[in-house]
């Protein structure tokens, strides 16, 4: 028989006990939000949340970063992580997400080591276990803690928790860092992330839950749940003339709907 929801809770508690103090890597998701609770709960003062701040990040998901520690009496430390500066992350090779998180994670160790925390703690769970994550391997290599995955939680579990917890976050849509939407190959840079942030603010503004708008060179792909397929078509004209004025020539609509990673389908990931 399965571990109930609290006694995983219990488990998550007590390992974070078990740390000491802990630099949580911060960025406002279901996830983030979740072990940041939990670990303020297991460790009162000894956490701080730090997030990244860069072009592939929104302002909207930082600004709401902020205003959550602020709420918690949580010390928040922004660093500056540009990815596009990264050697080799422009061309976004299929290690893009690798060479993201390693540059990441050994800024936020040395903001962890400055500020007197003993580990540096994440937020990826049982769910990431199954699709292509080369950031794991980053992880790994840093000996970056995951709780989440310690636990055994899923991204429904997490859900389920931060609902009983009181948590905003516990129905926010999920979120992949910007760069995510691209083909594998195709050069990222500011003014492309740009035009995907701004239509996926469009699409969240006309009341979209969960959605992506994938990149192919000068075509947008919209994902979005099956069951808003009808409301893309009810708002087709606003989206067109919007996203052509943020520089897209055509805009589509992917009719297997919303999907993690669906830009790893056409890759071999058991070659890289």
Known sequence: MGKTLQEKYSILQEYLRGLGSVAVAYSSGVDSTFLLRAAREALGDKVIAV?????SFPKRELDEAAAYCKTEGIRHIV????ELEIEGFRSNPVNRCY???HELFEKILKIAEENGMAYVVEGSNMDDNGDYRPGLKAIAELAIKSPLRYAGLSKEEIRA???ELGLPTWDKQSFACLASRFVYGETINEQKLGMVDRAEQLLLDLGF?????RIHGNIARIEVLPDEFEKILEHRDIIVKQFKNYGFSYVTMDLMGYR????????????V
């Open 51 to 55: 997030t990244a701040k860069s072009c």
């Open 161 to 163: 928790l931060s609902k």
């Open 209 to 213: 839950h969960q959605l992506r708008v």
């Open 260 to 271: 993690t990673g669906s830009m790893n389908e056409v890759i071999d990931t058991t070659a």
């Open 99 to 101: 060479l993201c998180k």
């Open 79 to 82: 660093v500056e992580s540009e």
